[in-house]
């Protein structure tokens, strides 16, 4: 059974920065998507930065041209640097990796890390 791992969640003053990695318990091939969701409670969680197998990047508006995601295929790992937090980004962030394994396609998720942005 593949794990995600993840890191790097913890407390930061509003203005700073924190990176969360997350890497798999294997490596894995036939990535279709690396990512990085959040939720609050009492809320959906939401994607905030999805990488493709292409590479091509999407955000959430809320975190555009503050957070960045990035990917390291041979580890099977990807990163969330995450600039400028505010209070509002506090919750607890997943990441997420969806491959085509044996035949279909495989989502999996990590324990989740929690943010805390105080102000």
């Known amino acids: 059974q593949v794990q995600l791992v993840e890191s790097g969640g913890g407390l930061v003053q509003a203005g700073g920065s924190l990176n969360l990695s997350c890497a798999a318990s294997e490596n894995l091939v036939r990535i279709l998507s690396m990512g990085w969701h959040r939720q609050a409670p009492g809320k959906q969680r939401e994607l905030v930065a999805l990488?493709?197998?292409?590479?091509?990047?999407n955000y959430a508006d809320s975190v555009k041209g503050r957070f960045a995601i990035s990917r390291d295929n041979v580890k099977t790992a990807v990163y969330l640097q995450m600039n400028s937090l505010k209070p509002e980004d506090t919750t607890v962030y997943y990441c997420?990796?969806?491959?085509?394994?044996?035949?279909?396609?495989?989502?999996?998720w990590g324990q989740g890390t929690q943010v805390t942005v105080s102000s």
């Open positions: 997420a990796i969806t491959t085509l394994r044996f035949g279909s396609i495989r989502n999996y």
């Open positions: 990488i493709l197998g292409s590479g091509n990047t």
